[in-house]
């Protein structure tokens, strides 16, 4: 799908040394500000998906306007999986790596009814590392994880790779080379 989807490519921006040295920073705001662009955003992604999805769990923060679009989309409801410290009642937390120490995911605990059917969305997917944890809550609180949804992919970074060794069908609108 990577080819046919350079007109939505074409309004990623690239920041380069962004947060730090070295980071080749893909900037989706451009996309997302876009009136025709992000509506072809939404509408693609929304297409690669086969079957029902019960619940979208969009990851924070990103993941939330594009996971909302979708969800709405698709009649699905929205699960918001978000930074740890954030929501207020009963939750489950996963920490992950980062290139420098850790961070965390939660979700609340009721938040999926055993065995809805569950779609994963963010909006760029590097080592990995934030979907994995976030597929590890949706496992961990019943939901059947159907698979991931992303605008970009950093192949090179592996995430991706480990997702689909997981089993998790993951799909991305792009890929840029590097990290
Ligand atoms: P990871 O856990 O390594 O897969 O990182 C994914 C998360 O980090 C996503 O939520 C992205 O928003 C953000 N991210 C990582 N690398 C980049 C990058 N080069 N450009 C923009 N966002 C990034």
């Known amino acids: ?5 350079d007109d939505l490519k074409a309004l990623v921006r690239t920041i380069p040394d962004f ?13 997302l500000l876009d009136a025709a662009g992000f509506r072809a955003t939404i509408d693609r992604l929304v297409a690669s998906v086969d079957g029902k999805v019960d619940l979208v769990a969009a990851i924070d923060a990103r993941g939330f306007a594009i996971g909302g679009a979708m969800a709405r989309e698709m009649s699905a409801g929205l699960l918001l999986v978000r930074k740890d410290g954030k929501l207020p ?39 990995g590392g934030t979907a994995l944890a976030a597929a590890r809550l949706v496992e961990r609180a019943g939901g059947q994880l159907i698979g991931a949804r992303f605008i970009i992919d950093l192949p090179d970074l592996g995430g991706s790779a480990k997702l689909r060794d997981k089993g998790i069908e993951a799909m991305s609108l792009m890929e840029f080379p590097g990290g």
């Open 19 to 31: 947060p730090k040295p070295g980071i080749q920073f893909r900037d989706l705001t451009t996309l």
């Open 1 to 5: 799908m990577t080819s046919a989807n």
């Open 89 to 127: 009642g009963n939750t489950i937390a996963e920490d992950y790596v980062l290139e420098y120490g850790t961070d965390r995911l939660a979700m609340h605990v009721d938040a999926i009814a055993s065995g809805n059917r569950v779609l994963l969305v963010d909006d760029l997917i590097a080592t």
